[in-house]
């Protein structure tokens, strides 16, 4: 089936760092990938729509200048938070959506900054 | 926004009972998809159902497509220790975004 993966899994950063998350699918192409953002207890949110070579869009709410994303090639994306603080920590789960425009999730990356 | 409610939120059930959980929502989908996730994991795609109707099984699960297309429901029949996990169901619309329910927090006890 196909293989979502992020890098990397958890990271702990001091607040005001940036962060730099990847995820990639690793044998199919996507044109389109997600990224989330999971609080413990809850659902997932969508914070924004990557596609390849053009601009991110975001959700209501959610602050671009803040978390960058980068979606250069086919198998690539990438979620930067800046300056990140405290209220950042949480669970980030990408998707790739392949041809049958089904998505597939990758792992996730736990985020605590402190 | 499109909003989906996901009960029950947790289920306590002995080994070897079924299950069933089910998501409504306030507006129509193309697609209802069912997924699990484990702690610290991603969701994996259980069950995908794409027309009204559709009543789809994957081994042990059964999952539907309900005709007014604002509904799903998920069966696991004859449960065991490794279906515990926190089931989510999605509604993917015609803009191709997936909105997700709140999760069923699912245990089974021995």
């Known amino acids: 089936g196909a293989v979502v993966s992020q890098h990397p899994s958890w990271v702990i950063c001091k607040s005001g760092t940036s962060v730099k998350i990847e995820c990639r699918s690793l044998d199919f192409q996507a044109t389109t990938m997600f990224w989330y953002r999971q609080f413990p207890k809850q659902s997932l949110m969508l914070m924004a729509t990557s596609n390849e070579g053009s601009k991110a869009t975001y959700e209501q709410g959610v602050e671009k200048d803040k978390f960058l994303i980068n979606h250069a090639s086919l198998t690539l994306s990438t979620l930067t938070v800046t300056s990140a603080h405290p209220e950042d920590s949480s669970f980030y789960i990408c998707?790739?959506?392949?041809?049958?425009?089904?998505?597939?999730f990758g792992p996730g990356t736990r985020l605590l900054v402190l | 926004g499109q909003q989906l409610n996901q009960s029950p939120q947790s289920m306590f059930i002995q080994e070897g009972e079924d299950v069933s959980m089910n998501c409504t929502s306030s507006?129509?989908?193309?697609?209802w998809l069912w997924y699990k996730q484990d702690p610290g994991e991603g969701p994996v795609l259980l069950i995908a159902l794409y027309k009204a109707g559709e009543l789809t099984s994957n081994g042990r699960l059964t999952a539907q497509f309900g005709i007014t297309r604002k509904d799903s429901f998920l069966n696991i029949s004859a449960s065991i220790p490794s279906d515990v996990g926190i089931y989510f169901c999605a509604g993917q619309s015609s803009a191709r975004q997936l909105t997700f329910g709140s999760g069923t927090q699912l245990t089974v006890l021995p």
């Open positions: 998707s790739a959506r392949d041809l049958g425009e089904t998505q597939y």
């Open positions: 507006s129509i989908f193309n697609t």
